[in-house]
């Protein structure tokens, strides 16, 4: 199966055909550098980090290019807070960017161009806009001219009637049409500014990334991805100026992930509920919460709360047991061991195989990580029922196989999914009583297996009275604290 991608300009998902067989090209909108960035954000930056290794590991070299905002609204107003120069705030939060997203195994883009750097070629792009008409001055400020771009609204599913209407446009009396967005910001006493050719001024945000992904990606690329809150007008405005100057389309894929809800409502500074990844990551590892924002399908919701990052410790966890019973085994020195009979490992060999395909066939349909977990679950439920078994020998055959396992978990996880599944040698209290547990349900699942319900209702009952929850399912049995 060839990868497929919910292109969100088509609305409906496309077989991915790159521009060229050399390289293919991301842009993804990164960080306003104003403050921590928050779990909304890092499953922003996350989504194109997952695209980046799946093409990678399907054989394609990849240029991706990140930007940085370090001067608007935003920006002004927090530095003149702290009463500091703008660059010394961009500075500080840039740094604080490249340490969280280290943190969550995030590899780095190719090129972090910054808005400032690349003034005179935003100023070049919006002079091309003017000069073929789409854009007009007023008084020192460059607006877009909407209405002369005739496949405005295309991407949002919106058309120009319907966003006159919108609440979200902004009301500004220069502007000849209401629609109208900034290019280019008539500067203000004591802000940032630059001369152009209208004045001094500054950059309008939208301008910023058309001009910053054009210069180091041309005029045709592959995709764009940001978080779905861009869609309209971020994003929308990008094709219209993207398009207006180079006259075609410039992006072939736009690629958007879902909000963040908590408990059931999104995610926002105004709501109270806004979470930077420095606050979670005081109670949670860094594994944990990368492996938490991929375990849902990257366009659709995903509920925040405490519940479900511990769902997702312990969905880890587990994985992270098994590996460990397979690093254990293949430590032993295999010089010492009996040859086996391969057709006895045979069957798991084929058994690990079918769930790498079935992790593929997962990552090609649009990415869909939640359904690739689920294949490295299998996985491990195959591995484990292997080598708990009470007739199981470790043998040269049984462990070539095993190392199969173990490199197909290390290649998938690790280089596809970014999760380490090795677990640290530092065992936490959390991770013991995780490991306890986890040995228990190994005792219980081979009591069922062998029809000793006494001892298999024993465990959970007591269990139970801890406070821990079983759930049997066709994939094993999870656990959950009541």
Known sequence: MSLQIYNTLTQQKEEFVPISEEEVKIYSCGPTVYDFFHIGNARAFIVPDILKRYLKYKGYDVLHVTN?????????????????????????FITAYFEDTESLNIQKADVYPKATEHVSDIIKLVKR?????????????????VRKFADYGKLSNQNLEELSAGSRVDVNEKK????????????????PSWESPWGAGRPG?????????????????????????????????????????????????????????VDGEKMSKSLGNFFTTRDILQDYS????????????????????????????????????????LKDLLSKDQADLNPGDKEKTQKLEEKIKAKRQKFEKAMDDDLNTALAIGALHELAKEINIVINDADFE??????AVLQKAYDTFEELSQQVLGINLEREDNISDDNLTADLIELLLEVRSKARKDKNWELADQIRDELAKLGIVLEDTPQGTDWKLE
């Open 68 to 92: 940085f905002t370090d001067v608007d609204d935003k920006m002004i107003n927090r530095a003149d807070e702290e009463e500091i120069e703008i660059e010394e705030l961009a500075d500080r």
């Open 129 to 145: 806009l003017e000069d073929k008409g789409y854009a007009y001055e007023v008084d020192g400020d460059v607006f877009f001219a």
């Open 176 to 191: 000849e049409d209401p629609l109208d967005f900034v290019l280019w910001k008539k500067s203000k006493e004591g802000e």
């Open 205 to 261: 945000w939208h301008i910023e990334c058309s001009a910053m992904s054009m210069c180091y990606l041309g005029e045709k690329f592959d995709f764009h991805t940001g978080g779905v809150d861009l869609v309209f007008p971020h994003h929308e405005n990008e094709i219209a100026q993207n398009e207006a100057a180079a006259d075609g389309q410039v992006v072939n894929y736009w690629l958007h992930n879902g909000y963040i809800n």
């Open 286 to 325: 860094a594994e944990v919460l990368r492996f938490f924002l991929i375990s849902k399908h990257y366009r659709s919701p995903i509920n925040f709360s405490d519940a479900e990052l511990d769902n997702a410790k312990k969905g880890l966890q587990r994985l992270q047991n098994t590996v460990s019973k």
């Open 394 to 399: 470790l043998t040269q055959t049984t462990a």
